[in-house]
């Protein structure tokens, strides 16, 4: 079981996306140990921001890929 959980934080995608939660939550408990509540809402935050992120880079993408297949075959 052990194993099982160390694969997936280095599965690419899901260490991404775990890697991110876990990295704000340990890095802000690093910085202020005293508050775990803080060192949560600053890790969802994190995820969040990184989640919202990826979809902008993915929209930004699907457009200009867009605009180049249409200027190619028009």
């Known amino acids: 079981s052990a194993e099982r959980n160390r694969s997936l934080l280095f599965f690419p995608p899901a260490g991404l996306i775990i890697g991110a939660f876990v990295g704000a939550f340990v890095g802000e ?3 202020d140990g005293s508050d775990k509540l803080k060192a949560l809402r600053v890790a969802v935050s994190s995820f969040a921001a990184f989640i919202l ?3 902008m880079k993915l929209a930004v993408s699907l457009a200009i890929g867009f605009y180049v297949i ?3 075959f028009v």
Do not use: P
């Open 70 to 72: 249409r200027a190619l």
């Open 53 to 55: 992120g990826t979809g």
């Open 29 to 31: 408990l690093i910085h």
